[in-house]
C-alpha cells in the first residue's frame, strides 16, 4: 500500500479517483459535470472560487465538483466541494468561507484548464463538455454559483463530537474522514446516499 507523507497528499490522491459526477447523484443529472479540483498535472492552474472584486483571495477546496448549466447566454454552475478538516479551527475556518452571504460567489475556470481534455481516456475538451460554450475560451471563464453544497471530513473523534450537539446549515454535510480516504470510498452506499441528498433534485418529488 502506498505510503502518503500528509493527511493532504492522501485525501488529494483519494479525491483524484473519484468520477467527474459525484457519487450518487441522481440519473438526470449526470451531464456536464466536470472535477475542478484536486488537480491532475501539477503546474495547471484549475478552477477556483472567489468573491467578485478580490483579485488574490481565493477559496481552493480540497476537490471541487463543477455542473454546468444555463446557456450560452446566461451561463452558471452548481458546485460541489470537499473539504478535509484536521481540527475543529479548521473546520471553523472553511465554515466560514462557505457560509451564506449576500456576496454573489464566484467560480473560475482558467482557460489552460478549459482547453484540456477532460481526462486520459476522454479526448474531449473541457470547454466543449459544459455544454455551455460555443467556442473555444480566450480566457478564463468567471460563472455565478447558483447552487452550493459542502462535505466536510473530520477526524473521528471531532466528528462524534460535532454530531452530536451541533446542527449543520442546509448545505452543510459531514463525515468521517476515515470514509473520505478509503479506496472505496465512491462505491461506499452510505456516501453515495449522502451526496445524493446534497443534489438540488432530492428536494422535488420523483426527480430523477
Known amino acids: 500500500m502506498k505510503e502518503f507523507r500528509s493527511l493532504d497528499a492522501l485525501v488529494r490522491a483519494r479525491l483524484r ?33 472567489k468573491l467578485p472584486g478580490h483579485r488574490t483571495l481565493r477559496t481552493l477546496p480540497d476537490g ?23 481540527s475543529l479551527s479548521n473546520l471553523l ?6 457560509a451564506p452571504s449576500t456576496h454573489a460567489l464566484l467560480a473560475v475556470c482558467p482557460m489552460l484548464w478549459l482547453l484540456s481534455p477532460v481526462g486520459p481516456t476522454d479526448p474531449t475538451p473541457r470547454w466543449r463538455a459544459t455544454g455551455i460554450l460555443r467556442a473555444p475560451p480566450m480566457q478564463a471563464v468567471v460563472l455565478p454559483v447558483r447552487d452550493l453544497r459542502v462535505l466536510y471530513a473530520l477526524k473521528t473523534r471531532h ?21 473520505l480516504v478509503a479506496e472505496d470510498a465512491p462505491d461506499n ?20
Request: proline share 10%; hydrophobic share 45%; charged share 20%.
Open 17 to 49: 479517483a473519484w468520477p467527474h459526477c459525484p457519487p450518487g447523484l441522481a440519473r438526470g443529472e449526470r451531464k456536464r459535470w466536470l472535477r475542478g479540483r484536486p488537480a491532475e498535472v501539477a503546474g495547471l492552474c484549475h478552477p477556483f472560487l
Open 64 to 86: 471541487l465538483w463543477l455542473h454546468f448549466g444555463g446557456t450560452p447566454a446566461e451561463p452558471f454552475v452548481d458546485i460541489l466541494a470537499v473539504e478535509a478538516c484536521a
Open 93 to 98: 475556518d472553511k465554515r466560514s468561507r462557505f
Open 159 to 179: 466528528y462524534n463530537s460535532f454530531a452530536a450537539g451541533q446542527v449543520p446549515q442546509a448545505h452543510e454535510y459531514f463525515m468521517p474522514m476515515d470514509a
Open 189 to 208: 452506499p452510505a456516501l453515495c446516499a449522502l451526496l445524493g441528498r446534497a443534489s438540488a433534485a432530492a428536494n422535488f418529488l420523483g426527480a430523477e
